[in-house]
Structure formats: C-alpha cells, structure tokens
C-alpha cells in the first residue's frame, strides 16, 4: 500500500512539474499570458481601445513571441526583443483596420 501511495505521488509531481514547466517555455501560449500584462496596455493604446477586450494571436506558428492584437476592428503586432537580460515588446508595423 505504501508503494502504491508513493508511486502515485511521484506521478502527480511528474505531471505538476511538466505543467509548471510548460508555462517556462519561451513563446508558448502559457508563457505568454505571463507576458501580457506588459504587451496589453501598449495594444490598447495603440488601437484606441482601452477598457475593451484584445485578442492575441501568434504571428507564426505557435510562437508567441511575435503576435497579433486585435480590438475595435484593428489590428496591429508586436514583438518581444531582447538585448541580454532586458526585454520589451515593441511595435511591429503599423494599426490598420481588420476589415
């Protein structure tokens, strides 16, 4: 019985660390909703949107680290630089409309 309880503690940290894990990964969608609290406020901003809700996509693939915001039919990206341990989003390109 013991062994049993152990086995399946081992178990649940295994899929507890992977979950938590995925969340680490650079440009996963999990990462990125760490990272859209900082992305948010300029989409607002930028697309005359503020306190209406934004949605974010990929530009690429699953990568997060190049997205889409789109509100109040337009649109506009963004992308994450780094430069050593300091990182930003900036605009990439110009809002235009959705439509």
């Known amino acids: 019985m ?3 309880v152990a086995l399946l503690v081992s178990a649940l940290s295994v899929v507890a660390l992977g979950s938590g894990c995925a ?4 440009g996963s969608s999990a ?3 760490n990272q859209r609290s900082d992305v948010e406020p300029l989409a607002a901003a930028d697309l005359s949107c503020a306190g209406k809700p934004l949605a ?8 997060y680290r ?5 509100g109040c039919d337009k649109k506009v990206r963004y992308k994450l630089v ?5 990182s930003k ?11």
Do not use: C, L, Y
């Open 23 to 26: 969340s680490m990964i650079a």
């Open 66 to 70: 190049e997205v889409e915001a789109s």
């Open 2 to 4: 013991i062994r049993k």
């Open 31 to 33: 990462w990125f909703e």
């Open 89 to 99: 989003w900036v605009k990439d390109g110009d809002v235009s409309s959705t439509h």
């Open 82 to 86: 780094k430069v050593a341990m300091i």
């Open 56 to 63: 974010f996509k990929p530009v690429s693939s699953d990568d």
